[in-house]
């Protein structure tokens, strides 16, 4: 701690994906940072969230410097399959866009990242209390917060809020200059690992009239399924045996056939949500990944998008230290909305195909086996698909 500066030029509050990069790339383009970050180290690593890469972001990561476990480790999809009410169908993805996915966990992004972090020199603060951020209306923002050894303060020329969806630095906007746009969906998905070899080579997406599940994996040894849930389902009632026999329904009966089972080694349940906050700049504060936009976990965006706007923000400010120009900062906002809108459209709209409404009628059930049977069956509906499930290009 003592070796803490009392100011840097951008003070960065969260220390997952999106705040870990951010101050990667800046440190690349010689603007230096501090993360602040409320839980552990072994907390943020040991968190199972994301599972698929883009390959803009795979490309990405390893431009800067980030590539070489991925390379050994993650494993290149061409294709993902649609299983619909049991009936597997593979979409060609690598032969829809010529792109592919790489199935990579966001722990070992996270572990890559903070090792980069470490190794760079670079300052993180972990077990960071009640960090707050004060006057990003004028031209010296500072971040305040408190530790074991007492209270701190950043003087920062920016401060990036990267601190997930239930951070401060959104709440820290007053209502009347930041619009929200929400849609919760009345289920979550129940997920567990296991280490078992994955049932297929590639991802599952079912959608089965006893709820939605998926089958994907981190490691030829190592496999992650979730299945569509109640709202307050309680994991006392989800024993693993349990589970497994939902899988097996829901994957159908080829799956069912070949699946491995085993005890669970994490079991968890998470709410899908919709959200959008805009803009996504306030005077010398910004917000990137979950701070500002939440996307249902079914169309694989949430990460990738949180590296397709620190992207956009590191070259903003790195352009401003460079050379003064405001440019880039004053068109973050609406270059990151675009494509948050982009991946919300495609997120929903997945996730309206796949799950189990309940109270839907026959019609909206034959909507559903309609739009699938068009989407695995069409190659133009296909190509739509694949284009934004490897991930639309930077703009
Ligand atoms: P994070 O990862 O939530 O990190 C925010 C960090 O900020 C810290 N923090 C604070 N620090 C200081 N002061 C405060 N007041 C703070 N409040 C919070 C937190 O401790 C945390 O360390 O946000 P970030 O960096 O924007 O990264 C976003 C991703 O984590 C998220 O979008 C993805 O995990 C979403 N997601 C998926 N994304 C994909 O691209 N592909 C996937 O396959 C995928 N699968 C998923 C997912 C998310 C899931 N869950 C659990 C919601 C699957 C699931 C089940
Ligand atoms: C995961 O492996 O955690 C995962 C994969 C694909 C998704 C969501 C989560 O769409």
């Not at 920062?156 to 929400?182: K, L, M």
């Not at 994490?266 to 803009?279: G, I, Q, Y």
């Not at 401003?320 to 948050?340: M, N, P, Q, W």
Request: aromatic residues 8%; neutral net charge.
């Amino acid at each position: 701690m003592s070796a803490l500066p009392g100011r840097t030029q951008v003070g960065i509050v969260g220390g997952g994906p999106a705040g870990l990069l951010l101050a990667h790339l800046l440190h690349r383009r010689g603007v230096a940072s501090v993360i602040l970050e409320r839980r552990s180290r072994a907390h943020v690593e040991g968190r199972i969230r994301a599972g698929v890469l883009e390959q803009g972001t795979v490309d990405l990561l390893a431009a800067s410097g980030l590539g070489a476990r991925m390379a050994r480790e993650g494993l290149v999809h061409g294709g993902i399959e649609v299983a619909i009410d049991g009936v597997r169908r593979r979409l060609d993805l690598a032969a829809l866009t010529g792109r592919r996915v790489t199935v990579y966990g966001q722990t070992e992004v996270t572990k890559d990242l903070v090792e980069a972090r470490l190794a760079a020199g670079g300052a993180i603060v972990y077990e960071a209390e009640d960090v707050s951020v004060h006057g990003f209306d004028g031209e010296r923002p500072t971040v305040r917060w408190r530790t074991a050894a007492g209270e701190a303060e950043l003087a920062c020329d920016f401060i990036a809020g990267c601190d997930g969806f239930h951070g401060v630095c959104r709440r820290s906007v007053p209502a009347d200059r930041i619009r929200t746009y929400e849609r919760v969906y009345p289920f979550g998905w129940l997920g567990i690992l296991s280490d078992t070899p994955p049932v297929s080579d590639e991802l599952i997406y079912a959608s089965h009239e006893r709820g939605f599940a998926l089958a994907s994996m981190r490691s030829p040894t190592r496999s992650r399924y979730y299945i569509q849930c109640d709202l307050d389902a309680d994991l006392a009632d989800w024993p693993d045996e349990r589970v497994w026999d939902e899988l097996k329904l829901r994957l159908g009966p080829e799956a069912a056939a070949t699946i491995r089972t085993g005890p669970s080694i994490e079991k968890s349940v998470a709410p899908l949500r919709s959200f959008v906050a805009e803009p996504m700049r306030f005077g010398r504060l910004f917000l990137a990944g979950d701070a500002a936009h939440i996307v249902p976990p079914t169309g694989a965006k949430g990460l990738n998008l949180a590296v397709a706007d620190v992207k956009v923000l590191s070259e903003a400010l790195a352009e401003f230290f460079a050379t003064g120009s405001e440019e880039g900062i004053d068109r973050y906002s609406e270059r990151a909305l675009r494509r948050v809108w982009r991946a919300q459209r495609f997120s929903w709209w997945f996730s309206a195909q796949l799950h189990r409404y309940d109270g839907a009628d026959g019609f909206a059930r034959r909507l559903q086996l309609t739009e699938l049977d068009y989407l695995t069956g069409s190659e133009p509906a296909a190509r739509a698909f694949a284009e934004n499930y490897v991930g639309l290009p930077f703009d």
